[in-house]
């Protein structure tokens, strides 16, 4: 399985301050169709899953343009450019490459 | 607008099998060629993906529940089904339904229920 690994696994921001979280996958996530499979999602407080980022850097229909996703092979970051406090709850990157898909351990996003 | 709803026992005791059912509106299961997959989350840890079932019927299950895990469809219903044999205390999980929406070339886990708390006790 490929292991995902987060990081940090809690952030404490400020509202209006940027956010910048990491994941790393433990193999290549690069397709050979040019795509790299990495997802993100945001768990807000007693909610499901919701997808924020996918295929690495696509914002999904409803998202705001403060979020935005970057991808290499192994390394992605999600960057959030001006914390709200509705963006508060738990962070995950999901690898979509095979299955079984893998989940990293999430981050929290708190507000100061 | 698509909708995922997941319904089974919040109970079941250790060594029984836990079976969910999914329901879901909005669009046809069986057509679309997207997957329909069982997505759980024990409190307070990280989120395990069970497995899915495309709309054609072939299944792909985690190899660590494989053993334990059916994953079917019922299309005169529009739902999907999950059956978990032989639990334990280690079951007691959330349990969302998820689709994964087949866009160009990949599918993107795009919906998701609300999620069902099963709890596993004598």
């Known amino acids: 399985d490929i292991v995902m690994t987060q990081s940090p696994r809690s952030l404490p921001v400020t509202p209006g301050e940027p956010a910048s979280i990491s994941c790393r996958s433990s193999?290549?996530?690069?397709?050979?169709?040019?795509?790299?499979?990495l997802d993100w999602y945001l768990q807000k407080p007693g909610q499901s899953p919701q997808l924020l980022i996918y295929v690495g850097s696509n914002r999904a229909s409803g998202v705001p343009d403060r979020f935005s996703g970057s991808a290499s092979g192994t390394d992605f970051t999600l960057k959030i450019s001006r914390v709200e406090a509705e963006d508060v709850g738990i962070y995950y990157c999901?690898?979509?490459?095979?299955?079984?898909?893998?989940f990293g351990q999430g981050t929290k996003l708190e507000i100061k | 607008q698509v909708q995922l709803q997941a319904s089974g026992p919040g109970l079941v005791k250790p060594s029984q099998t836990l079976s969910l059912t999914c329901s879901v509106s909005g669009v046809s299961i069986s057509s679309g060629g997207d997957f329909w997959s069982w997505i759980r989350q024990p409190a307070g840890k990280g989120v395990e993906w069970i497995g899915r079932i495309h709309g054609s019927g072939s299944t792909t299950y985690n190899p660590s529940l494989e053993s334990r895990v059916t994953i079917s469809l019922d299309t005169s219903k529009n739902q999907f089904s999950l059956s978990l044999s032989s639990v334990t205390a280690a079951d007691t999980a959330v349990y969302y339904c998820?689709?994964?929406?087949?866009?160009?070339?990949?599918?993107?886990?795009?919906?998701w229920g609300q999620g069902t708390l099963v709890t596993v006790s004598s």
């Open positions: 998820v689709r994964e929406l087949h866009s160009n070339t990949y599918y993107v886990s795009s919906d």
């Open positions: 193999q290549s996530l690069l397709y050979t169709d040019g795509n790299t499979y």
């Open positions: 999901m690898q979509a490459l095979q299955t079984p898909r893998t």
